[in-house]
C-alpha cells in the first residue's frame, strides 16, 4: 500500500534536515536531477488564489517548503509561448534570444513560419511529409547547452511539451531530445534534429497506444459535475488535442511520459547533473476558451496539483528529493474574458483581427495605392502586424516609412500606439517602463513589423479570451523552487522569469547562458549560500542590446560538447 503524500513529504523534510545545504556542482552529480516545470498559461495570482484548496505534496511544496517569489513578472510584451519558454531557460528577453513570436513571416519563403520549425528537417514517430522542429531560430544558448558544455556532454538534457516549441525551445541545442506530442493521434514524436529514429522505450510507449486509455472518458469536478468529455463525436475521428488537450488528462499523458523517460533514460543516475524541462500546455488550450475565472480553469488548477504531487512522489521514491531541485514558473499569464470584466464595469472589449487587418489595409491603399488592392499586412496576429515588403518597394517605400505608415494606421484602427522593427532595431524609444518592454521584445528575425500597443482588457477572441499585452494579467506569473539551496519563504522581491536560468547556473558553478540578463535570487537561497553583498542590486532601467551570435557556431559547439 502506497504511504499517503503527507508522510512522504514528512520524510523527505526529515532527510534535508539531515543532509543540511552540502556544496553542489554539476560537475559531481549535486543535484543528481534538476526538473523545471513550465505550466502553459498559469497566472501568477492562481496560487494564491487556490492556495487553500491545495492538498501536500503539490503546490504547496513551493508554497510551504520552497522559495516562492510572488512578484515576478515577464519585462517584455510579447507574452506567448514560444518567447515565454525561450526567456525561462536563456535567462534573456527576444532582444537576446531571438524568439518573438510563435510564428512570423519569412520574407524568402513569402509565408508564415513555426518558430522552431526547420525545412531541413523530419519528423520521427509517425509518418509526415511536415518539416520537423528544432532551435535553429534561438540567438542565445540555454541552461542545458551550460550544463553540457560544463560537463563536457556528460550531463543528460530532455525538453517535454504537448507544443514542438515548448519542447525544442527549452531543451536547447545540445540537448539529448525533445519530444512533443502529435496533435492528432496522441504518439510522442520528435525530429531528425535530435535522432533518426525513437528509441526502443518511446516507440513502445507508443505501441501500447497509451493516449487511447484517456479517450471516452468524463472529467468531472470535485462535485461529480461533468465538466468535458473526451468521447468522439458520433461518425467523427478521435483528435488528441481537440479532445483530451483541453482537460487534465493530457497532463497525465505527459506525466505518464515523463515517467518513462526519468526511468528508461536512468536521470539522476548520470555522473553530471542531469535537466528535464516539462511544460504542461493542457492549461492554455483550456484557458483561451473559458478564461481565467471560470470553474473549469479551477478544476485544472486543482487537477494539476495531485498530478504534480503524484509525480514529486515518483522522483522522491526514483531519484530522491534530496538529490533533486525543482523549478515551477509559466511562459504567460491570460486576460479576462472581456464579457465577464465588463460585469464588473471594467473597460473590457473584443476586438476582431481580421476586420482590425482589413480596415488597416484599406487605410495603406488609400495612402500609397489608390483603385488598387493591395495587400500591404500580409499577416495579424493581434496585436502584432507583419508587413509586405515587396508591396511597399513596388511604390518605392522603405521599410522605416512603411512601418511607420502601418503603425498610425493601426492606431487609426484602435490601438493605442506602436513601436516598429525599425524602431526598435536602433534603440529609439522612450526611457520608460513599456518602452522598455517593447524593446525586450525585439528580435531580427520576420522581416518588416510592428508592434502595436493594445488596450488594457482588450483581446481578439469573440467568445474566450488571449493573451499577448504587456499588462499585469499576462506578465505576472509563478516563479518558484524546492531543493537544498533554498531557503523555504514568501518573497516579495521583485523577480523575473529570467532569473531562474542565471540562479541556477549560479548554484551548479556553471556559466549562465550567453545573453542572461538574470540576477541571482540571493535572498532565497540558505544561509551557507547566500552573498554577502547586501541586498539585490537595482536593474538597469535601459538594458544594452546583447550583440547576436550565429545559430550555426552554437550548434557547432554544442556538438563538440558531447
Known amino acids: 500500500m502506497r504511504p499517503p503524500v503527507r508522510t512522504i513529504v514528512s520524510v523527505w523534510l526529515a532527510t534535508i534536515a539531515l543532509l543540511g545545504s552540502g556544496f553542489a556542482s554539476a560537475y559531481n552529480a549535486r543535484p543528481k536531477l534538476i526538473v523545471i516545470i513550465v505550466i502553459d498559461q498559469f497566472r501568477g495570482d492562481y496560487l494564491e488564489r487556490y492556495r487553500d484548496q491545495f492538498g501536500e505534496g503539490g503546490f504547496r511544496l513551493f508554497l510551504d517548503h520552497g522559495a516562492d517569489f510572488s512578484d515576478c513578472h515577464y519585462n517584455y510584451a510579447n507574452t506567448r509561448t514560444g518567447p515565454g519558454h525561450a526567456t525561462l531557460l536563456t535567462g534573456a528577453y527576444s532582444d537576446g534570444h531571438g524568439i518573438l513570436a510563435n510564428e512570423w513571416w519569412d520574407p524568402q519563403k513569402k509565408r508564415m513560419v513555426t518558430s522552431v520549425q526547420d525545412d531541413a528537417t523530419k519528423l520521427v514517430g509517425i509518418a509526415s511529409t511536415s518539416p520537423g522542429s528544432s532551435p535553429h531560430n534561438l540567438l542565445a544558448d540555454t541552461l542545458g547547452d551550460e550544463l553540457k558544455l560544463a560537463t563536457q556532454g556528460k550531463a543528460r538534457v530532455f525538453g517535454i511539451s504537448m507544443k514542438d516549441r515548448a519542447a525544442v525551445l527549452p531543451a536547447g541545442f545540445s540537448g539529448d531530445a525533445a519530444y512533443w506530442i502529435d496533435s492528432k493521434s496522441g504518439a510522442i514524436v520528435t525530429s531528425t534534429y535530435y535522432r533518426s529514429e525513437l528509441p526502443d522505450w518511446v516507440q513502445s510507449f507508443n505501441e501500447h497506444k497509451s493516449a487511447d486509455k484517456y479517450l471516452n472518458r468524463e472529467w468531472k469536478d470535485a462535485n461529480g459535475r461533468t465538466l468535458r468529455s473526451t468521447a468522439p463525436g458520433a461518425g467523427k475521428e478521435a ?38 524541462v516539462i511544460s504542461l500546455s493542457a492549461n492554455d488550450l483550456l484557458g483561451h476558451a473559458v478564461g481565467p475565472d471560470s470553474p473549469e480553469m479551477q478544476a485544472m488548477a486543482l487537477a494539476m496539483d495531485r498530478q504534480l504531487a503524484d509525480f514529486f512522489s515518483f522522483l522522491g521514491r526514483q531519484v530522491g528529493l534530496a538529490n533533486t531541485w525543482i523549478a515551477l514558473s509559466a511562459d504567460h499569464g491570460i486576460a479576462p474574458v ?51 515588403q515587396d508591396a511597399f518597394s513596388a511604390v518605392r517605400i522603405k521599410e522605416e516609412d512603411a512601418e511607420r505608415a502601418a503603425g498610425e494606421a493601426m492606431k487609426q484602427a484602435g490601438l493605442r500606439g506602436y513601436f516598429t522593427r525599425s524602431q526598435l532595431a ?96 540571493t535572498e532565497a537561497l540558505s544561509p551557507t549560500r547566500r552573498a554577502e553583498s547586501g541586498p539585490p542590486a537595482d536593474r538597469p532601467s535601459r538594458s544594452p542590446k546583447p550583440q547576436e551570435i550565429k545559430p550555426a557556431s552554437l550548434v557547432t559547439t554544442a556538438e563538440v560538447a558531447q
Open 426 to 521: 536602433q534603440g529609439d524609444i522612450p526611457n520608460t517602463d513599456l518602452g522598455l518592454k517593447y524593446e525586450h521584445s525585439y528580435s531580427s528575425h520576420g522581416g518588416w513589423y510592428v508592434m502595436g500597443v493594445p488596450a488594457p482588457f482588450a483581446v481578439d477572441s469573440p467568445t474566450g479570451t488571449d493573451h499577448a499585452s504587456p499588462y499585469s494579467y499576462d506578465t505576472h506569473v509563478p516563479l518558484a523552487f524546492y531543493g537544498l539551496p533554498f531557503q523555504p519563504g514568501i518573497y516579495r522581491t521583485h523577480a523575473e522569469p529570467t532569473d531562474l536560468a542565471v540562479t541556477l547556473a549560479s548554484l551548479l558553478g556553471i556559466n549562465a547562458p550567453t545573453h542572461a540578463v538574470g540576477r541571482v535570487l
Open 338 to 388: 472581456p464579457a465577464v470584466a465588463a460585469r464588473l464595469r471594467i473597460p473590457a472589449t473584443v476586438v476582431s483581427g481580421d476586420k482590425m487587418r482589413a480596415q488597416v489595409n484599406d487605410l495603406l491603399n488609400a495612402k500609397y495605392s489608390t483603385g488598387k488592392t493591395t495587400e500591404y499586412i500580409k499577416s495579424f496576429d493581434y496585436p502584432l502586424a507583419w508587413l509586405d
Open 239 to 276: 483528435n488528441f488535442a481537440q479532445l483530451i488537450g483541453p482537460t487534465p488528462f493530457a497532463n497525465d499523458y505527459e506525466f505518464d511520459f515523463a515517467r518513462e523517460l526519468v526511468t528508461a533514460e536512468r536521470l539522476g543516475n548520470g555522473p553530471a547533473t542531469d535537466l528535464l
